[in-house]
Protein backbone atom coordinates (compact mmCIF):
# COMPACT_ATOMS: atom_id res chain seq x y z
CA UNK A 1 0.00 0.00 0.00
CA UNK A 2 3.27 2.63 0.60
CA UNK A 3 4.06 2.62 -3.33
CA UNK A 4 0.43 4.71 -3.90
CA UNK A 5 2.71 7.20 -2.10
CA UNK A 6 5.78 7.21 -3.91
CA UNK A 7 6.66 9.54 -6.42
CA UNK A 8 8.50 6.76 -8.66
CA UNK A 9 6.01 4.22 -8.74
CA UNK A 10 4.93 2.11 -12.00
CA UNK A 11 1.62 1.65 -13.32
CA UNK A 12 1.13 -2.47 -12.22
CA UNK A 13 2.46 -1.08 -7.94
CA UNK A 14 0.10 1.45 -8.42
CA UNK A 15 -2.82 -1.44 -9.29
CA UNK A 16 -1.68 -3.45 -6.67
CA UNK A 17 -1.56 -0.85 -4.19
CA UNK A 18 -4.83 0.40 -4.78
CA UNK A 19 -5.48 -3.59 -4.58
CA UNK A 20 -3.77 -4.31 -1.47
CA UNK A 21 -5.84 -1.06 -0.17
CA UNK A 22 -9.47 -1.89 -1.02
CA UNK A 23 -8.99 -5.35 0.47
CA UNK A 24 -7.74 -3.99 3.74
CA UNK A 25 -10.20 -1.10 3.63
CA UNK A 26 -12.92 -4.69 3.13
CA UNK A 27 -11.02 -6.12 6.32
CA UNK A 28 -11.36 -3.47 8.45
CA UNK A 29 -14.76 -2.57 7.37
CA UNK A 30 -16.05 -6.37 8.44
CA UNK A 31 -13.59 -5.79 11.76
CA UNK A 32 -16.03 -2.63 12.37
CA UNK A 33 -19.07 -4.23 12.01
CA UNK A 34 -18.15 -7.03 14.22
CA UNK A 35 -17.04 -4.84 16.98
CA UNK A 36 -19.93 -2.97 16.67
CA UNK A 37 -22.32 -6.21 17.26
CA UNK A 38 -19.24 -8.06 19.69
CA UNK A 39 -17.19 -5.44 21.51
CA UNK A 40 -13.30 -6.91 22.92
CA UNK A 41 -10.35 -5.12 23.71
CA UNK A 42 -9.08 -4.05 20.39
CA UNK A 43 -10.72 -1.36 18.42
CA UNK A 44 -13.91 -1.63 19.96
CA UNK A 45 -12.74 2.19 21.74
CA UNK A 46 -12.65 3.52 18.37
CA UNK A 47 -16.29 1.85 17.16
CA UNK A 48 -17.55 3.21 20.31
CA UNK A 49 -16.27 6.32 19.58
CA UNK A 50 -18.06 9.92 19.58
CA UNK A 51 -17.59 13.25 17.78
CA UNK A 52 -20.43 16.18 18.57
CA UNK A 53 -22.12 13.13 19.69
CA UNK A 54 -22.14 11.18 16.73
CA UNK A 55 -20.53 7.72 16.33
CA UNK A 56 -17.50 8.13 13.46
CA UNK A 57 -18.86 6.79 9.87
CA UNK A 58 -17.32 2.83 9.04
CA UNK A 59 -15.33 5.02 6.72
CA UNK A 60 -13.79 7.56 9.21
CA UNK A 61 -12.78 4.89 11.10
CA UNK A 62 -11.00 2.74 8.31
CA UNK A 63 -9.32 6.11 7.86
CA UNK A 64 -8.24 6.62 11.44
CA UNK A 65 -7.03 2.88 11.54
CA UNK A 66 -4.84 3.61 8.72
CA UNK A 67 -3.62 6.67 9.69
CA UNK A 68 -2.85 5.02 13.29
CA UNK A 69 -1.02 1.85 11.45
CA UNK A 70 1.28 4.43 9.71
CA UNK A 71 1.98 6.23 12.69
CA UNK A 72 3.20 3.36 14.46
CA UNK A 73 5.28 1.29 11.98
CA UNK A 74 8.02 2.32 10.13
CA UNK A 75 6.90 5.59 8.89
CA UNK A 76 9.89 7.59 10.50
CA UNK A 77 11.53 4.93 7.34
CA UNK A 78 9.41 6.50 4.67
CA UNK A 79 11.08 9.73 2.95
CA UNK A 80 9.60 12.82 4.27
CA UNK A 81 7.87 13.80 1.34
CA UNK A 82 5.99 10.70 1.68
CA UNK A 83 5.22 11.21 5.15
CA UNK A 84 3.53 14.62 4.66
CA UNK A 85 1.78 13.44 2.12
CA UNK A 86 0.07 10.56 4.06
CA UNK A 87 -1.07 13.05 6.98
CA UNK A 88 -2.07 15.65 3.85
CA UNK A 89 -4.14 12.64 2.50
CA UNK A 90 -4.95 10.94 5.78
CA UNK A 91 -6.56 14.49 6.66
CA UNK A 92 -8.14 15.11 3.52
CA UNK A 93 -10.21 11.66 4.00
CA UNK A 94 -11.05 11.94 7.62
CA UNK A 95 -12.45 15.62 6.74
CA UNK A 96 -14.36 14.47 3.43
CA UNK A 97 -15.84 11.29 5.29
CA UNK A 98 -17.06 13.67 8.37
CA UNK A 99 -20.76 12.85 7.63
CA UNK A 100 -23.74 12.06 9.24
CA UNK A 101 -23.54 9.08 11.99
CA UNK A 102 -23.33 5.76 10.44
CA UNK A 103 -26.55 3.55 9.83
CA UNK A 104 -24.81 0.03 10.95
Do not use: C, W
Not at 36 to 63: I, M, N
Amino acid sequence: MVKMYELDTRLEQAEAATQAAAEFRDFVLALVAERRRTPQDDVARLVEARVDGRRLTDLALVSTIVVLLNAGTGSRLAPPHARRRQVSNAARRISATRGPPSST
